[in-house]
């Protein structure tokens, strides 16, 4: 089974510090494409700051993005993924955590970030193989057997 070290891209990281404002934040999401960056306090992990915290403490909450600090409407508790565990066991921890998202830390150190379509693509995948050997074991002809015949 497949771990999460190989499904993550190394250093698949975006930051911003805990100081930013929220549209710098978006900025770096939008300038890599990703919906989510880490904040930092220093070089310190301090949180997230995800495009869901963009809709519902920002924008629900009607605050100015360009006024308000990122640690003002960041999550800070953290769910994360060790790189050695398996991806099934990373996708388990997202969905209890209704999150999208999943830090990779070893020791103590960011690694990358993974995304539950990260993890959808190789379930996808796993099944798709499985399947194909099922249908292999299912739909394989059996080698020639020679009938023999004896009259009673």
């Known amino acids: 089974m497949k771990k999460v070290r190989d499904i993550m891209r190394?250093?698949?990281?975006?930051?911003?510090?805990?100081?930013?404002?929220?549209?710098?934040a978006v900025r770096v999401m939008g300038t890599h494409n990703v919906g989510i960056v880490s904040v930092l306090d220093g070089d310190r992990l301090a949180g997230v700051f995800s495009e869901r915290d963009v809709v519902r403490r920002v924008v629900d909450r009607g605050l100015?993005?360009?006024?308000?600090?990122?640690?003002?409407?960041?999550?800070t508790e953290l769910v994360v993924a060790?790189?050695?565990e398996d991806y099934?066991?990373?996708?388990?921890?997202m969905d209890?955590?209704?999150i999208r998202?999943?830090?990779?830390?070893?020791?103590?150190?960011?690694?990358?970030?993974?995304?539950?379509?990260?993890?959808?693509r190789v379930d996808m995948h796993d099944k798709g193989e499985e399947l194909r050997y099922l249908r292999e074991?299912?739909?394989?002809m059996p080698p020639e057997v020679p009938v023999s015949r004896t009259d009673a």
């Open 88 to 93: 099934q066991s990373a996708m388990h921890k």
């Open 10 to 24: 190394s250093g698949f990281l975006f930051m911003v510090q805990r100081d930013a404002m929220v549209t710098e």
């Open 64 to 75: 100015d993005p360009s006024r308000t600090p990122v640690s003002e409407v960041m999550t």
């Open 137 to 140: 074991y299912l739909y394989q």
């Open 96 to 98: 209890q955590a209704n």
């Open 101 to 120: 998202h999943l830090l990779v830390v070893k020791d103590g150190r960011m690694l990358s970030m993974i995304s539950v379509r990260d993890l959808i």
């Open 82 to 84: 060790d790189p050695d």
